[in-house]
């Protein structure tokens, strides 16, 4: 299993600033996958992290509105940047802890509105 | 591309009602699906796995079935509680693609006592 920890859990932002979200696992892992919830919406995925790489996007998504970082094997962060309302949703940090067929993980997410 | 489907959408039901939730996916080439649940403003939490060469796994009062050839699979609760309303999300991990998960919409549920 895993224990996942976000910081912060929730932030109210303005239109054009940035936010970087913390993700802290208890255990090292090989990847960390950062979701998108918007509201009212099921979740979708933003990037995976390697630790040691470049993260790889989804389409849609892109390395200059959503940096990611990952300097080691339990941490990582993702920064929002240049928001707007759109970008509220709650962001979720998961692992798979163990081999491909395993339970995925998730963080308790941080919720995000931007004004 | 791979597409999951829940329905219904949305389920209320009295307290004490067994009900079932239904999960369909486009492409049988899955490593596995679990099934999740998500109370209001929280993250996910696993309620079942089942892998592509099972038919059913159980947990407590839920159990989950998967049918990979016909794509579908449903999470049965059995004398529901209050407790238990949240959104259930199914999601199934895709073989291509590293170990992307694809998530259905969910089925956001109500039991009332």
Redesign the interface.
């Known amino acids: 299993s895993a224990v996942?920890s976000q910081k912060p859990s929730r932030d109210i932002c303005q239109r054009g600033t940035s936010l970087t979200i913390q993700c802290q696992v208890d255990s090292q892992v090989t990847?960390m996958?950062w979701y998108r919830q918007q509201p009212g919406?099921?979740?979708?995925?933003i990037a995976?992290a390697n630790q040691g790489s470049e993260a790889?996007y989804e389409s849609g998504f892109v390395i200059d509105k959503f940096p990611i970082s990952r300097p080691n094997l339990t941490f990582s962060t993702l920064t929002v940047s240049n928001m707007s309302p759109e970008d509220s949703s709650?962001y979720?940090c998961?692992v798979?802890p163990g081999q491909?067929?395993?339970?995925?993980?998730?963080?308790?997410?941080t919720?995000l509105t931007v004004l | 591309k791979q597409e999951v489907t829940q329905i219904p959408a949305a389920l209320s039901v009295p307290e004490g009602e067994n009900l079932v939730l239904n999960c369909s996916f486009t492409d049988s080439a899955i490593?596995?699906l679990?099934w999740?649940r998500q109370d209001p403003?929280?993250?996910?939490?696993?309620l079942l796995?089942i892998?592509s060469s099972q038919r059913e796994q159980t947990s407590g009062r839920l159990n989950a079935s998967l049918d990979k050839s016909s794509g579908r699979s449903t999470l049965y609760i059995a004398a529901s509680q209050p407790g238990d309303s949240a959104t259930y999300?199914c999601?199934v991990?895709l073989i291509q693609g590293?170990?992307?998960?694809v998530?259905?919409?969910?089925t956001r549920l109500t039991i009332n006592p």
């Open positions: 996942i990847m996958f919406q099921s979740l979708t995925l995976t790889t709650i979720l998961s798979n491909p067929g395993d339970t995925q993980y998730f963080g308790p997410g919720r | 490593y596995n679990q999740f403003g929280k993250g996910l939490t696993s796995l892998q999300l999601a991990r590293a170990q992307k998960l998530f259905g919409q969910g």
